[in-house]
């Protein structure tokens, strides 16, 4: 397929395809309609015969080209397979167009300094567990790790003080950037402000722009109570300190937040359902402990 693509990617080849399309031609006749020389037609003629779009054939003096449908064919088949991919409702490209548009309108809303102070945002999940396992879940490095992120990311550098005035350090990278070359996706840091297990847990969080500084203060407040047969989990996020520049990040909450306590409700489903014990060490979900010098 390959061969077939970088064949037809030259125009000249794609005009000579398209002629090959309405009948066999020869290739003096190819020449003129193209109106190219025929050394150079025969050239594309060949190059387009070895990808296996055409075929030839010598009759009398001349030499007569004739299109191939199937490659085509198979190559539309290709392509209509990856646009259905790229068209799943429920996929990546739903949710980056989601995203877009979100960008779209706080971008146009961050119009000064503290435009977005105020805003809240709500989320509830009812989770499988008792509240001191989703309470693990929250606070313990090896588990928070597992789903402190949105899709399509993955936690390389993690730190979380379950205490009040408790450090945190999230970091994270693309899934896929294994070997860490890629820039890394974001970095956030904060404060533990209130801490009782099992029942609630407030935080600040700010991401921070490329040169370091805060992009705005996420106050966050998760609240943990006992259901039948799991938890009902309750966030509230609130927003201080916004810049202009906090836009992007804004513009994610609702779609990356949600994405991770999407992972949480399935972390925790899974361990119930395979009896893993929520004690058990990941130890390859971050890449590093946070630095402590940072």
């Given at each position: 397929?390959?061969a077939?693509?970088?064949?037809?990617?030259?125009?000249a080849?794609?005009?000579?395809?398209?002629?090959?399309?309405?009948?066999p031609r020869?290739?003096?006749?190819l020449?003129q309609?193209?109106g190219a020389r025929?050394p150079?037609?025969?050239?594309?003629?060949q190059?387009?015969?070895?990808?296996?779009?055409?075929?030839?054939?010598r009759?009398g003096?001349?030499?007569i080209?004739?299109?191939?449908p199937?490659?085509?064919?198979?190559?539309a088949?290709?392509?209509?397979?990856l646009a259905g991919?790229?068209?799943?409702?429920s996929?990546a490209?739903?949710?980056?167009?989601r995203?877009?548009?979100?960008?779209?309108?706080?971008?146009?809303?961050?119009e000064?300094?503290?435009?977005?102070d105020?805003?809240?945002?709500?989320?509830r999940?009812?989770?499988?567990?008792?509240p001191e396992?989703v309470?693990?879940?929250?606070?313990e490095?090896p588990l928070?790790?597992?789903w402190?992120?949105?899709?399509?990311l993955?936690v390389?550098e993690l730190?979380?003080?379950?205490?009040?005035?408790?450090r945190?350090?999230?970091e994270?990278r693309d899934?896929?950037?294994?070997?860490?070359?890629?820039r890394?996706a974001?970095r956030?840091?904060?404060?533990?402000d209130?801490v009782l297990?099992?029942?609630?847990?407030?935080?600040?969080?700010?991401?921070?722009?490329p040169?370091?500084?805060?992009?705005?203060?996420?106050?966050?407040d998760?609240?943990?109570g006992p259901?039948d047969?799991?938890?009902d989990?309750?966030?509230h996020?609130?927003?201080?300190d916004?810049?202009?520049d906090a836009?992007d990040f804004?513009?994610g909450i609702?779609?990356?937040?949600?994405?991770?306590?999407?992972?949480?409700?399935?972390?925790?489903?899974a361990?119930?359902?395979d009896?893993?014990?929520t004690?058990?060490?990941?130890?390859?979900?971050?890449?590093t402990?946070?630095?402590?010098a940072r």
């Amino acid at each position: 397929m390959e061969a077939l693509l970088a064949a037809l990617a030259d125009p000249a080849r794609w005009r000579l395809v398209n002629l090959l399309a309405e009948r066999p031609r020869s290739v003096g006749v190819l020449a003129q309609l193209a109106g190219a020389r025929q050394p150079q037609t025969t050239k594309h003629l060949q190059t387009l015969e070895r990808a296996g779009v055409v075929t030839s054939q010598r009759t009398g003096q001349r030499r007569i080209y004739a299109l191939r449908p199937g490659p085509l064919r198979g190559l539309a088949t290709e392509f209509d397979r990856l646009a259905g991919t790229a068209d799943q409702v429920s996929g990546a490209r739903a949710t980056y167009d989601r995203y877009g548009l979100s960008l779209q309108a706080e971008r146009g809303a961050a119009e000064g300094a503290g435009w977005a102070d105020g805003r809240t945002f709500r989320f509830r999940r009812l989770l499988t567990g008792r509240p001191e396992a989703v309470w693990r879940h929250l606070t313990e490095r090896p588990l928070l790790a597992r789903w402190w992120t949105p899709d399509d990311l993955r936690v390389s550098e993690l730190l979380f003080e379950a205490r009040p005035g408790g450090r945190i350090v999230q970091e994270y990278r693309d899934a896929d950037d294994v070997n860490a070359l890629d820039r890394v996706a974001g970095r956030a840091e904060g404060i533990v402000d209130d801490v009782l297990p099992g029942e609630r847990l407030t935080y600040r969080l700010s991401p921070l722009l490329p040169d370091g500084s805060p992009a705005f203060t996420a106050h966050v407040d998760m609240s943990l109570g006992p259901t039948d047969p799991g938890t009902d989990l309750h966030v509230h996020w609130r927003i201080t300190d916004s810049t202009v520049d906090a836009a992007d990040f804004v513009a994610g909450i609702e779609i990356g937040f949600g994405q991770s306590l999407d992972k949480l409700a399935a972390t925790l489903a899974a361990e119930s359902a395979d009896t893993v014990p929520t004690d058990a060490t990941d130890t390859d979900a971050t890449d590093t402990d946070a630095r402590s010098a940072r």
